[in-house]
């Protein structure tokens, strides 16, 4: 029946006034010495007992503190982390900004006969990559239609659309485009045309050149000129294949574009030239007549 047995309930009874007594007697003005020894001898283990249990209360208190301490020291940490990647990233993406600024500007300074206006490209043409993108200067930054656009690598394209504050720019790489081309080799001088090609559209082809042509893999073609958009001697590519057409007289170059069309983030619309007009061609050497 536990503590409260009938058989245990007189000598339950004698301990619990027994311990009045010894406190009565350790607590009261009359000390004696006896009755306190006895007192001290009986209380200890009760006092151990909740010197302990008030003890461990106390440490197991200390410790959750310390560990709700620990997980907010934690969660600062993690957030300082992640603040110092953002910067890191922005720091390192305003570096790459600069590099490429860097050398739009040194292009500016060393081709003092054009007139050059810096613009950011905003977007592409969502159907393929290959054919248009959107760029932040317009018809209030002087930008009109047939505009040439380059970047110091060679030439991108030329304004196709103008708005107020942005302008549509068709690509070098657009098989609706058609770009009078010139190999540079001194030795060759062959004019043609540069085109798209849908099928592989990186891969723009300087076609109807004559079989017996002087032109390589390796020869670098640059604009000739002819046409009034794009002022001679901009860099368009480097031949990498020359074929013979089936059936002709004629064959093609393809051509591996001076431009890494798919990281343009920057580029420059030629507002302005000062570059005399192309002098005309051997007549043997020209393909180019009425082109860009």
Do not use: C
Not at 135 to 143: L, T, Y
Not at 280 to 286: E, F, T
Request: no cysteine; charged share 20%; proline share 6%.
């Amino acid at each position: 029946m536990g503590w409260f047995d009938n058989k245990k309930l007189p000598l339950s009874i004698a301990a619990l006034l027994l311990v009045i007594l010894l406190v009565t007697a350790t607590k009261g003005p009359v000390r004696i010495p006896f009755v306190e020894a006895a007192a001290v001898t009986v209380l200890s283990p009760f006092q151990y007992v909740f010197s302990s249990l008030g003890h461990g209360i106390h440490s197991t208190g200390s410790q959750v503190s310390d560990l709700w301490n620990v997980y907010d020291d934690n969660q600062l940490l993690k957030a300082e982390v992640e603040q110092l990647r953002q910067e890191r990233s922005q720091l390192a993406e305003v570096q790459a900004e600069n590099i490429r600024l860097k050398v739009l500007l040194d292009y500016k300074a060393s081709s003092p006969q054009f007139d050059l206006l810096m613009a950011k490209v905003i977007a592409r043409d969502a159907s393929s990559w290959t054919n248009s993108l959107t760029i932040n200067r317009g018809a209030d930054d002087g930008v009109t239609k047939d505009m040439a656009v380059v970047t110091a690598q060679g030439v991108v394209g030329s304004v196709s659309n103008v708005y107020a504050h942005t302008a549509q720019v068709q690509l070098l790489l657009d098989p609706r485009n058609a770009v009078g081309a010139l190999v540079q080799r001194p030795e060759s001088r062959v004019a043609a045309v540069l085109e798209g090609h849908a099928a592989s559209p990186q891969q723009p082809r300087m076609v109807n050149i004559p079989r017996d042509a002087d032109i390589i893999i390796g020869d670098t073609v640059v604009t000739s000129g002819f046409g009034g958009i794009y002022p001679q001697g901009i860099a368009l590519g480097e031949v990498v294949d020359v074929v013979n057409s089936e059936g002709g007289l004629l064959k093609y170059a393809v051509l591996k574009p001076a431009v890494q069309f798919d990281r343009l983030e920057e580029v420059q619309v030629l507002v302005g030239s000062r570059q005399p007009p192309p002098a005309p061609l051997a007549p043997a050497a020209s393909n180019a007549g009425g082109k860009k």
